[in-house]
């Protein structure tokens, strides 16, 4: 469900992905890591491309960053100005590079904001009392979902709530259904 912009789930994701780095979009984003993001990664990380793209150079630096976030020694360390591009960059590739289209937000994001608006359905229904609910809707007052990265910008962007950072690990959405006198209402916080 939560895997909507993975291409073993959603094989058209791919093709949208080709589709986008046919782009003027797809070339900008590129072209702000050219001069000193991606040197910096092929001096330090020993990498043979001659030329990196957000798409080769994802994988390094999401080892990078997972390492640098998990408190690793970091033997070929990148200086300042490359630090700065690392985030950068992976704001980029979850947001845009993967979606770069708005037709690749909805089919990632479709199936959780189906299960999202069924689930809340459910709820409100047995808030309200009515007939025919299933008992699990009742007395559920919680439920945890757990995601990786590039799922929870997918929702992000499906939520039209891209933010100017990268999703950084252990972050959450809080969906919220609150009751009042007279009207049940959902809201949406990202933490």
Known sequence: M???????????????????????EWTKLNDRYQSILFPEMIKNFNITDEKLT???????????????????????????????GIEQI????????????????????????????????????????VENTPKFYNDIKYMYLSAHDSSLTAFMSGFQQKQKVQAYFASNIVVMLKVSEYIVISSVGNN
Request: hydrophobic share 40%; glycine share 6%; proline share 2%.
């Open 2 to 24: 939560m895997r909507g912009m993975d291409i073993d789930i959603c094989p058209y994701q791919e093709v949208l992905r080709e589709k986008f780095m046919t782009t003027n």
């Open 54 to 84: 957000l798409l080769t150079a994802y994988p390094y630096v999401d080892n990078y960053y997972s390492a640098w976030f998990d408190q690793m020694e970091i033997t070929n360390e990148l200086d300042d100005k490359a630090k700065d």
């Open 90 to 129: 992976l704001r980029d590739g979850l947001y845009e590079g993967f979606y770069g289209f708005d037709l690749a937000i909805r089919l990632a994001t479709s199936r959780f904001f189906n299960f999202l608006r069924t689930t809340l359905q459910w709820k409100v229904d047995a808030i309200e009392g």
